[in-house]
């Protein structure tokens, strides 16, 4: 019983050796520093994280002591009484042949115990609790560390050499992660429920901010609203009752010269202190500001902050116009879609019948999945008569009545308005599939 007992506390310090081992290299050392400034045990361990050699080299020594001292104990005390028992029970076999195939047996048996115990559940335990094992360790290493100083010192120095002749050079960004672990994380963790699905939308959306330019999220110019410099004070309202817009870019001639951005709260300040007949459109807007279409969206965020406006206008490389993008475009981009009191829920799918819509080419791919309950593409297009246009590869005639199937849903182009798609038929009904 003795000799046993001595065998499982051998195993028991290689159990402990492997489980520092791991929980060493396991813990974060940014949290460990953070806990430095109020735990003097956990500024103790953020010194011996930064030497991974010197622990490393104290790890191995009682890992090697253990396990040397377990093998040649259990031959030296186990093989002899073993072999004799075989002899007694009448096999024939010399007593040198029967040791040898006992101390096999034996170190087979003690290994899988070694590998079991001594090593991949001691392994487990510590990376579930890396820093408390990481804790509990600290005295224990100082005093081996201590006891064996000339033989860690000539381990490390011996290693050291070793890295440096490989050219190998330690990163220092070992405890930072880039954007891609970090999705892979929140991917993983909203998979087991420990994210809400909205938190992991809005993570990604982060993290493709600083990704996008302007012309992935303007309105283009054919969506515009826009109003003549000379349009009368009737039409604003009018135009301004109607589309519930509160600011409004003004043209001179062509939409390629905006000149202005009227604010509707402007048209009501105008019409509570002075004369309606002296109204002239060009005394009440405000100065547009222009943007070029490859500017990151990140950057304008920050630029209209600064110049606390809410809307920008596009420009390309030659000066035409090629839409407008407002800060709520902007912040959509991060919290998905914003309706105010004036926005219907959907303006551009219509219902026709039970599992048939009509929608609008320029419905956006976010609308029609919101209210077909589908999981369109998102792409190089913004709108679902872009989707089409992409997964057709022609522009179809307007008697073309052209169809593709998406997501079990086929999709019939209805009306065709200058190469644009106008209007399209959602079926959803299975019966109606060629």
Known sequence: MGNMLLLVVLIGVNAFFAAVEIALISTNKVDVVEKAKTSKKAKQLSVLLENPNQFLATIQIGITFA??????????????????ILLDLGVVLSFEALRTITVVVITLILSFLTLVF?????KRVA?????KVSMIALVPLKVIATLFKPFVYLLTQTTETIIKLLSIKESSDDDTINERQIRLLVETSAKKGKILSNEKVLINNIFEFDDKQVTDIMTHRTNLVALDKDTPLDKVIQVIEKEKFSRIPV??????????????RDVMSYLYHYNKSDFNLINVMRKPYYVVESKRIDVLLKELQQQQIHMAIIVDEFGGVEGIVTLEDIIEELVGEIFDEHDELVDSVHKISDGVYRVDGSASIFDVNRV???????GDYDTIGGLLFEKLGYIPSKNDKASIELNNIEFIVEKMKDKKIDTIIANKNQEHKE
């Open 67 to 84: 396990g040397f001292l377990a093998s040649a104990f259990a031959a030296e005390r186990f093989a002899t009484p073993v072999v004799e």
């Open 118 to 122: 001594g090593e991949l559940v001691p």
């Open 127 to 131: 990376m579930a609790y890396s820093y």
């Open 251 to 264: 043209y001179d001639k062509s939409l390629d010269h905006i000149i202005g951005v009227l604010y509707a």
């Open 372 to 378: 077909l309950k589908t999981e369109l593409p998102f």
